[in-house]
């Protein structure tokens, strides 16, 4: 299995900041597929504090594929069983909302339409994470 490093994350994560708003604006409306990096997570179980984690260090994937036409969200790291199949997808206020869930967690995942600035919640009945990062036209 191919590990990511921190540094490249974070380097795409930036990269993708500074290009493509300009380059893609009004592109992150589901009409095309997207990559999606993850900067950080914020991890909170029931009865606890929430902590800021880096994706990996609690199983979740640093880069997602947005795949509006097959209706699926699926990691690009080798991670098992983690496909999703995408539920709804709804506009309002600027930001394509997409939503489903798997295995007992449902997810919800809002982009900005104009930067592609995005933030990910999943959750269970006892913890949730939410993510940070930014979305790339693919």
Known sequence: MKKISIAAVLGLAANLCVSYPAAAAGKYDGTSALICASSSVNECGLGERCQTRLPETVGLPTLIRVDFAGKKVHPLEALPNRDSTIRSVYHVNERTVISGGESGRGWVLNIHEQTGR?????????????????????
Do not use: N
């Not at 995005?118 to 693919?138: D, H, L, P, R, W």
């Open 118 to 138: 995005m933030s990910a919640a999943v959750v269970t009945e006892a913890e949730g994470f939410v993510i940070f990062g930014q979305c790339a036209v693919q």
